[in-house]
């Protein structure tokens, strides 16, 4: 049982340069978030999505865009990757919304350094 | 704006000793409370959670408590081990008025053998 799959799990990018961070789930769950982690801070979390075409901003959308074309898949795209957009990037998802108590499940990371 | 404060930021006990999380949170439509814990290298695992009607849960070591009107709740974990050591993060989320889920900055753990 794979979980929540993210890809790449390291990235260094430049200034200016595009990527796509890609997230797929195969436990069928209807929401799926992007959370970024700063050195020392908590996750913030960038977008989420209740269900495939449908996409919402989170607390720090800035920069960033996504698309939830299938239940499966959430990638999150940088089109003009700044300095402040390195961090490592968290991708999860539940079943329903935390408020009701479901466990969302993390991937494992993806590390982005701009320079 | 919303925010949840975590305390302390950085916990050391020895082996076999209890070690408390503290965290407080302004959003007074929070309604479910999870508590996350991160291995290095790792993404965040829920290790236990509690929802607004509940004052206490626990699971085996670990405990979670929340007090509503002081809008605090805490981790408590007892007999620690070495693979308790980690960074634990508290969280406090709300699906009404919008989703929101509000991370404290973490605590990390180190439990010495």
């Known amino acids: 049982n794979a979980g929540v799959t993210q890809t790449p799990k390291f990235r260094i990018l430049k200034i200016g340069q595009s990527m796509t961070l890609q997230c797929a789930q195969d436990?069928?769950?209807?929401?799926m978030y992007w959370y970024r982690q700063d050195p020392g801070m908590g996750l913030k979390l960038i977008y989420y999505?209740?269900?495939?075409?449908?996409?919402d901003k989170g607390e720090v959308p800035n920069g960033y865009n996504v698309s939830r074309s299938t239940t499966e898949d959430f990638p999150l795209r940088l089109e003009l990757a700044a300095p402040s957009q390195t961090s490592v990037y968290f991708c999860?998802?539940?079943?329903?919304?935390?408020?009701?108590?479901?466990?969302?499940?993390f991937g494992q990371g993806t590390r982005l350094t701009v320079v | 704006g919303e925010n949840v404060e975590q305390h302390p930021s950085t916990l050391s006990v020895q082996e076999g000793d209890s070690a408390v999380i503290k965290c407080t949170y302004s959003?007074?439509?929070?309604?479910?409370f999870p508590w996350y814990k991160q291995e290095l290298g790792k993404g965040p695992q829920l290790i236990i959670d509690?929802?607004?009607?509940?004052g206490e849960k626990k699971d085996q070591r670990i405990a979670v408590t929340l007090n509503k009107t002081a809008k605090h709740f805490s981790l408590h974990i007892t007999e620690t081990q070495p693979e308790d050591s980690a960074v634990y993060f508290c969280?406090?989320?709300?699906?009404?008025?919008?989703?929101?889920?509000?991370f404290g900055a973490g605590t990390r753990l180190f439990v010495k053998a």
């Open positions: 999860a998802s539940s079943l329903g919304t935390p408020g009701w108590g479901t466990e969302a499940f």
């Open positions: 436990m069928n769950h209807n929401y």
């Open positions: 999505s209740v269900g495939a075409g449908i996409t």
């Open positions: 959003d007074s439509a929070s309604n479910y």
């Open positions: 509690i929802r607004s009607n509940v």
């Open positions: 969280a406090a989320s709300r699906d009404t008025g919008g989703f929101k889920t509000i």
